[in-house]
Nanobody
Framework: QLQASGGGLVQAGGSLRLSCVASGRTFSRSPMGWFRQAPGKERESVAAISWSAGTTYYADSVKGRFTISRDNAKNVGYLQMNSLKPEDTAVYYC??????????????????WGQGTQVTVSS
């Protein structure tokens, strides 16, 4: 089970750090990803990280502003979001794949999903 938290209301240019806490099983050997869905839009990928944290991927829209990381000892993943823009407003979801597979940016590849956390960026 995954639980995302850390969302909120922030002004443009501000920062937030999202956390994804895993419980019930370990995800330390599973790639993790962050996705978001804005009202009226399809869910899109934001960032992904390999289980070892050696490989990361980012959507072009967030490169240089967002950083994905993880702490396998704590079974937690993070998404640090800086220089937030109004277009980043969305519900953010964390997800994980099965163990020992590659990280990808494709929603269909992810097997475990958490409840989302709302991020609202005001202009």
């Amino acid at each position: 089970q995954l639980q995302a938290s850390g969302g909120g209301l922030v002004q443009a240019g501000g920062s937030l750090r999202l956390s994804c806490v895993a419980s019930g099983r370990t995800f330390s050997r599973s790639p993790m990803g962050w996705f978001r869905q804005a009202p009226g839009k399809e869910r899109e990928s934001v960032a992904a990280i390999s289980w070892s944290a050696g490989t990361t991927y980012y959507a072009d829209s967030v490169k240089g502003r967002f950083t994905i990381s993880r702490d396998n000892a704590k079974n937690v993943g993070y998404l640090q979001m800086n220089s937030l823009k109004p277009e980043d407003t969305a519900v953010y979801y964390c997800a994980a794949r099965k163990t020992f597979v590659s990280a990808t940016m494709y929603l269909i590849d992810y097997d475990y999903w958490g409840q989302g956390t709302q991020v609202t960026v005001s202009s």
